[in-house]
């Protein structure tokens, strides 16, 4: 069984910075990609930020420029860094592994987080 655990969600005024993490346990051999999504009540889930196991990244347009994201393969982790946070950004953020290999089957699935809440006031 795999296991996603987000931290670092809380209240941040605007124009502020978080650090989201996010570690994936269980009995994993790999992970294609890690990332992160966000979500507000009545819309879909969009893409924030991704990262493959080779360091190959893809930022959404909204938050290309002022967010990092970055992933450490042997601890399964991933991190995300957001600076000049808007009001826009609130919303609940999810972690993703994609494609992942446990050492119990050769099927890659993929696993969500929780979520952590992120809230930007004024």
């Known amino acids: 069984q795999v296991q996603l655990v987000e931290s670092g969600g809380g209240l941040v005024q605007a124009g502020g910075s978080l650090r989201l993490s996010c570690a994936a346990s269980?009995?994993?051999?790999?992970?294609?990609?890690m990332g992160w999504y966000r979500q507000t009540p009545g819309k879909q889930r969009d893409l924030v930020a991704t990262?493959?196991?080779?360091?190959?990244?893809n930022y959404a347009d909204s938050v290309k420029g002022r967010s990092t994201i970055s992933r450490d393969n042997a601890k399964n982790t991933v991190w995300l860094q957001m600076n000049s946070l808007k009001f826009e950004d609130t919303a609940v953020y999810y972690c993703n592994a994609l494609g992942v290999l446990t050492q119990r089957t050769l099927v890659r699935r993929d696993y969500w987080g929780q979520g952590t809440q992120v809230t930007v006031s004024s």
């Open positions: 269980g009995s994993i051999v790999s992970i294609n990609s």
């Open positions: 990262i493959t196991s080779d360091g190959r990244t």
